[in-house]
Structures are given as structure tokens and as C-alpha cells.
């Protein structure tokens, strides 16, 4: 058939087929979710509605594309990472942000009101950003989750801090700010316990460690389209719960084919939620937070050292750490599970980590 004369504007488009044999990591980040988390009146530091449906749509996304191994949410973004040789759409960068960026938007807005019950909808539309970032080996994949969950550290701590000084303290938040300033992990841990009597450590993992998305063995007749219930890690199924799970029963889990604040140190933090009051003292994990950093530095060597000294006092403290075996069930499919477990470190990656970075069969990518 002939084409017809206007044909020749498909020309103008480029081609923006991303370098094969890389991982492709899709983050989406809320626009103006400062003012979105206001205005819906999100509970402060962290709004359980609010990370639920965030974790909902993620599990959405990724029940939609197979070829992602494990996303990680905190606050209002989401990361997830395709497999090195994923074809989708021909490897096609716009194609690929917008379909990840599209189904969460949507899948946000359409699970709204299951999450936030006295809200039919958003009051006005919320608006997600995306981005593509190649990474070329498995050191920057670990590195790269390394630092968002020590973003995740980092930020929740501040925060529970600095709406502890606010909200029980009755500082002015300039106040509050001020107070925190220089201080470094181990002052505000110290701080929760004795003047809050709050033990960080032991406020929920999913505020602490941010939300992980896997693709594990689930019940064969999981709901894929579940709705997260509002206290994942104490739930059966989860590495983080600490209940034992019961054989049949549904996880937060569901069907695949083949879930803080992210202000900065410096900055006055927007939100937040009344600290959970606990029994013993704390002791520091975090042993990097030095005097005057910045969390959006986020320097490497910080991130590695929160890696070690939280990973090992999570095992001491008898906390979930990855790598432990799964509960079995007697009917199992392949599914997307989340959870809120310790991703820095090399334990993540040898344990339950492993089928992410496991080699792939080379794959013939069309040209
Ligand atoms: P952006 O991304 O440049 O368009 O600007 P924002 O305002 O989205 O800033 P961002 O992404 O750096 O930080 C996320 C904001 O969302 C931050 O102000 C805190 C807020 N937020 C996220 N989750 C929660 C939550 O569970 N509770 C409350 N109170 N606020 C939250
Ligand atoms: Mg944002
Ligand atoms: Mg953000």
C-alpha cells in the first residue's frame, strides 16, 4: 500500500532504544506530594493508607511487566528494575518510563478509596514522574537499593524526631529543626528513648526499611488483586512478621505471570506519625550519621556503613533478616510478595536476593 505524503513525519521520531545486556532501574517519584500529603491530611512521618496503596500499585505494576525482578518503595517513590535482557518494547526508554509511570498513576487513583475509606477519590489528580537509569553490573544494582533504603534510614529517623519534638514535645517545628541540627543517628535514637520513651528500633520495619516487592512462592489461589491489609509485617507470610505463618493462608501476595519522608536533614520536615512507645533502650544502628551531613548526600561509605552495623544488629536483636527460608505452602505459584526487610548488604543478595542477580540466559533481542 502506498503511504500516504504525511507519512514522512514518523521520521522526526528518535530512536531511544537503551544499550542492551544493562538493568534498567524505572523510578517514579510523586509531583508536589508535599503539598498532596497535606492536603489529604497523611498521618505524620508515615500514613499507612498511604504507603498501602502506594505498595498496591506497585504490586499492580509489577504483576503487569514480568520482566521486573524486585522494586523498592519509600515515601512517595518507587524503583524497579528490570532484567538485564528484557525486550519489552524493544528496550524503548519512553515506552517503558511511561507504561511503569501510567499503570502506577492509574492503579493509585483506581485503588484510592480502598485505602482511604472516607475519601472517595483524590481531590484532585495525583501526578507521578518517571526516569530511566542503566546500570551496568550487579555492583551498581545493590549499591543503588543500598541507597534508597539508607534514604529510607536516614529520613524516617529525622522525622519521627522531629514530630516527636512538635507533637509531644511541644516545640515549634523552627524550634524543633533546631534542636536536631548536628546531631547525628545515635543523639536521636538516644533522644526518642529518654525523653519519648520510644524505641526506634522497634517501631514498624515498614516505616524504617520502606517497602521491598519480590517474586516468590505464594498460594496458588491468592488474589493478585488483594488489598494490602494495614499491617503488613505482622502478617503471616512476611519475613518480617513475627507470628510463625498459618500454611493457607494468603500473604500479601499475589499472582505474576511468567511499600517515611523524604525531606532532607537541613530542610523542615513536612508530616508525621505519633511514635510507637516502647520498652527497652535504644542503641544506635545507624553509626555514620556524623555531625552535619546532609541526608541528600548520601555518600557511599555512608551507606555501606549503615549497611554493616544495621544488618548485624538486626540479626542480634532477633529482627527478620533476608535470607530466611519462606514458609512452604502445599499449593504455590510464582507471585509478587512484599515485604520490609533489610536490602543493604550482601545477606539480601545471597539469600532471598539471589534469583535477582542470578545469570540470565542470553536472550536474542529483535533488532
Ligand atoms: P517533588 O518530588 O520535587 O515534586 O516534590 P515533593 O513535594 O514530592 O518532595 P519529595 O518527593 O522530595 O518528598 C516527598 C514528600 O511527600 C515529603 O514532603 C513528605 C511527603 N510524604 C510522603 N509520604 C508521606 C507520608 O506517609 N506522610 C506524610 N505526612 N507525608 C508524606
Ligand atoms: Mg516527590
Ligand atoms: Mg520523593
Not at 507519512?7 to 498532596?36: A, C, P, Q, S, W
Not at 534510614?153 to 509531644?168: D, G, K, M, P, R
Request: glycine fraction near 6%.
Amino acid at each position: 500500500m502506498a503511504k500516504s505524503k504525511y507519512e514522512y513525519v514518523k521520521e522526526f521520531e528518535t530512536d531511544d532504544r537503551m544499550l542492551r545486556n544493562v538493568y534498567v532501574l524505572v523510578r517514579i517519584d510523586g509531583k508536589g506530594f508535599h503539598k498532596f500529603s497535606q492536603t489529604h491530611d497523611f498521618a505524620k512521618p508515615n500514613d499507612v493508607r498511604g504507603i498501602n496503596l502506594m505498595n498496591h500499585a506497585a504490586r499492580c505494576v509489577m504483576n503487569e511487566l514480568d520482566d521486573i525482578l524486585i522494586a523498592f518503595g519509600e515515601s512517595d517513590e518507587y524503583s524497579f528494575l528490570f532484567r538485564k535482557s528484557t525486550d519489552l518494547y524493544q528496550r524503548r526508554e519512553a515506552k517503558i518510563v511511561s507504561t511503569v509511570v501510567s499503570l502506577f498513576t492509574s492503579a493509585y487513583v483506581y485503588y484510592w478509596n480502598d485505602y482511604f475509606t472516607e475519601l472517595k477519590r483524590p481531590l484532585y489528580p495525583p501526578v507521578f514522574d518517571g526516569r530511566a537509569v542503566l546500570y551496568p553490573s550487579e555492583v551498581e544494582v545493590k549499591d543503588y537499593f543500598a541507597w534508597r533504603q539508607a534514604d529510607t534510614h536516614i529520613n524516617n529517623l529525622f522525622n519521627t524526631s522531629f514530630w516527636a519534638l512538635v507533637e509531644e514535645g511541644g516545640l515549634t517545628p523552627k524550634a524543633a529543626e533546631a534542636r536536631l541540627c548536628g546531631t547525628d543517628s545515635k543523639d536521636k535514637n538516644e533522644m526518642l528513648f529518654t525523653e519519648f520513651n520510644t524505641n526506634y528500633s522497634k517501631l514498624p520495619a515498614m516505616y524504617r526499611k520502606g517497602s521491598v516487592l519480590l517474586r516468590e512462592q505464594i498460594p496458588k489461589d491468592a488474589d493478585k488483586d488483594a488489598i494490602i491489609p494495614t499491617l503488613p509485617e505482622t502478617l503471616p507470610g512476611s519475613k518480617s512478621a513475627k507470628v510463625t505463618p498459618a500454611p493457607d493462608t494468603t500473604t500479601i501476595a499475589l499472582q505474576s505471570g511468567p511499600d517515611p519522608i523524604s525531606e532532607p536533614v537541613s530542610e523542615a520536615p513536612s508530616g508525621h506519625t505519633t511514635p510507637v512507645a516502647v520498652a527497652s533502650p535504644v542503641v544506635s544502628q545507624e553509626t555514620v550519621m556524623q555531625e552535619g551531613i546532609d541526608s541528600n548526600s548520601h555518600s557511599e561509605s555512608m551507606k555501606r556503613s549503615i549497611d554493616a552495623s544495621e544488618a548485624e544488629q538486626q540479626d542480634a536483636e532477633g529482627e527478620p533478616v533476608a535470607g530466611k527460608e519462606a514458609p512452604t505452602f502445599k499449593r504455590m505459584k510464582k507471585g509478587v510478595v512484599i515485604d520490609h526487610i533489610d536490602i543493604i548488604g550482601e545477606k539480601f543478595w545471597a539469600g532471598r536476593g539471589a534469583y535477582i542477580l542470578a545469570p540470565e540466559k542470553k536472550k536474542k533481542l529483535r533488532s
